[in-house]
Nanobody, 123 residues
Framework: QLQLAESGGGLVHAGGSLRLSCSAS????????IGWFRQAPGKEREGVAC????????SYADSVKGRFTISQDNIKNTVSLQMDSLKAEATAVYYC????????????????WGQGTQVTVSS
């Protein structure tokens, strides 16, 4: 079965850190552009970070630059999102997606989506 699965969400105080992981089953991530998205209650989904060409291309949304780091481990077939100095406005469901290319911090023409993981930052 071809699928993505996110893990690592949880509750953290403002200023804290979380590390999200996106794991693929049934296919290899290094052929895809992997994007992390988030959707807060009542808001549209937004692209947070995107990685392509096994790390040869990386882009972040302005709101997370300098605090979030996206990385790829082809041996483990995972893409991680290290989130530091978290702010309350980072509270959202975080999704990863496997697509054809990155346009800025957004992966495009996504073939696969994960089910999402909740991140809650308390102020």
């Amino acid at each position: 079965q071809l699928q993505l699965a996110e893990s690592g969400g949880g509750l953290v105080h403002a200023g804290g850190s979380l590390r999200l992981s996106c794991s693929a089953s049934g296919f290899t991530l290094d052929y895809y552009a992997i994007g992390w998205f988030r959707q807060a209650p009542g808001k549209e989904r937004e692209g947070v970070a995107c990685i392509a060409h096994t790390g040869g291309f990386i882009s972040y949304a302005d709101s997370v630059k300098g605090r979030f780091t996206i990385s790829q481990d082809n041996i483990k077939n995972t893409v991680s999102l290290q989130m530091d100095s978290l702010k309350a406005e980072a509270t959202a469901v975080y999704y990863c997606a496997a697509g054809r290319s990155c346009m800025g911090a957004v992966s495009r023409r996504n073939d696969f989506w994960g089910q999402g993981t909740q991140v809650t930052v308390s102020s």
